[in-house]
């Protein structure tokens, strides 16, 4: 997590304190507005109030101050970093005049061979795989292009870049950092669970991963009298292997697209990597045997008409079986993922049943609180227990027996393991396989490993009472 990144979600966790405070605030002038308008002292119950929620609001004040002043010395050191970055990049002339002749001055330049403000969409990067698998050495100047672009990706990525461009023969060259980036936004949001996940970069080699739990803990007892052997057991542990995958995309452009269309390397690369994206996400919520609906324990909800006053206890009842399952391992950063749809219903309902116990910066008279964030943005809201929410559209809506329903999953994200290349989607080549056929195949891939096991604690809430919601 970046600078920035750090920074959004500092901003983020404000947001319910705030909203805490407001309600604190609006019910002190609601007691002080009844006290003027009826010319009487405050009961002893409100002044108790008052006393309450003037102290709460003092410590949510104190509290906004020290996030204020942590975001505010994260954005000075942002600040230094782009300027020392900005600094490294100047070029000044040495004042040191060479034997034979006057100073002489050379202009160094570090510009990118592809670079945002000269191929901003990535054409004539395209345009330059292709043309090398096309004709060889005869492509001198998009040969010599390729050629400084792996030399500037080395020099900046170092090993990584040895790494991906040289694994068992497969040769290709690395997608320039800026169309990544350029595309990504579109992307990520076919993936907010993927990007939700306890992260890691995959090992430099190999096709498995390793991840270790204790098996078998220590034990402790009385010790039954003086002298006498204490209590013992040995601790045992397991290495569980994950296999690695490979999630890959091909796209075929004919030479007339590439040398006579408008646009359509731009169109090729965004569809691929939204696909890489949207695939890498649907696995981690559908695949068979491992994905997070198939390795769940499953709180039923039927219900013919379904309401969510009736789904509410579901909602509590999960979290509740995830902190049950960690025990002391659970950090309190339970996720819940749901398709939008339930999302959007579950805002559609009214109640007038309010529940017993309230949630922090939730006011009482709601079961949960909606961000406004948009979709693939990251946290949507939360639910009453404090489980932030992740809207996402991989989630299956043809489950069940009708085939019309949806599932909501828990799970804590220190238990949701997802190694990936931190560069992938990061290769992009072309091959001369249909040169025949006037044209060319792109294919863009990466590698990824998953398991949501190590500690088994994921819940979903399914069944009838998830079919396709009525808004009305």
Not at 70 to 88: F, K, S, T, V
Not at 112 to 140: H, N, P
């Amino acid at each position: 997590m970046n600078l920035k990144q750090m920074i959004d979600k500092l901003r983020a966790d404000l947001a319910p304190r705030l909203a805490e405070r407001t309600e604190a605030r609006t019910k002190i002038d609601a007691v002080r507005a009844a006290c003027v308008t009826e010319s009487r002292d405050p009961s002893e119950t409100e002044a108790a109030d008052v006393v309450r929620l003037s102290a709460r609001v003092s410590e949510i004040d104190t509290e906004v101050d020290r996030v204020n002043a942590q975001i505010a010395e994260y954005q000075e050191e942002l600040r230094r970093d782009e300027a020392l970055d900005a600094l490294a990049r100047e070029v000044h002339p040495t004042g040191v005049t060479l034997p034979g002749g006057p100073e002489q001055r050379m202009e160094v330049s570090d510009r990118r061979t592809y670079r945002t403000e000269s191929d901003r969409t990535g054409q004539q990067f395209l345009r330059d795989v292709a043309a090398q698998f096309i004709f060889g050495a005869a492509a001198t100047e998009s040969n010599e292009r390729l050629a400084a672009h792996m030399r500037e990706e080395r020099a900046e990525r170092g090993e990584q870049i040895d790494r991906a461009a040289g694994t068992s023969a497969f040769a290709g060259l690395v997608v320039p950092q800026y169309l990544t980036d350029l595309y990504a936004p579109k992307a990520r949001t076919g993936r907010p669970f993927a990007d939700a996940c306890r992260h890691h970069d995959l090992p430099e080699t190999g096709m498995t991963v390793y991840i270790g739990k204790v098996t078998t803990g220590t034990t402790t007892d009385l010790q039954a009298a003086e002298f006498d052997t204490v209590n013992e057991t040995d601790i045992d542990d397991t290495l569980m292997s994950i296999n690695v995958q490979t999630n890959a995309g091909a796209q075929t452009i004919s030479r007339q697209g590439l040398e006579r269309g408008v646009g359509v390397e731009d169109t090729t690369m965004q569809d691929l990597f939204g696909a890489y994206a949207s695939t890498l996400d649907s696995k981690l919520l559908n695949q068979a045997t491992t994905g997070l609906t198939n390795v769940a324990s499953t709180i039923a909800y039927t219900d013919a008409s379904p309401t969510a006053a009736e789904l509410y206890p579901k909602l509590v009842a999960a979290p509740a079986a995830v902190e049950a399952a960690l025990l002391n391992q659970h950090q309190g950063d339970n996720i819940a993922v749901m398709n939008s749809r339930r999302w959007y219903w579950l805002q559609s309902q009214l109640t007038t049943s309010w529940p017993m116990f309230g949630a922090s910066g939730i006011p009482a008279q709601n079961s949960g609180l909606d961000y406004g964030k948009t979709y693939g943005s990251g946290f949507r809201g939360v639910l009453p227990t404090g489980t932030v929410v992740i809207v996402d559209n991989n989630v299956a809506v043809n489950l069940g027996a009708g085939t019309n329903e949806d599932e909501i999953y828990f799970g804590a994200q220190s238990e949701l393991h997802l190694w990936e290349d931190p560069n992938a989607p990061m290769l992009l080549r072309a091959e001369q396989s249909q040169v025949k056929k006037l044209a060319v195949d792109f294919v863009a891939y990466g590698y990824f490993a998953y398991t949501f096991t190590r500690r088994p604690h994921a819940q979903k809430v399914a069944g009838t009472g998830l079919v396709t919601p009525a808004f009305a």
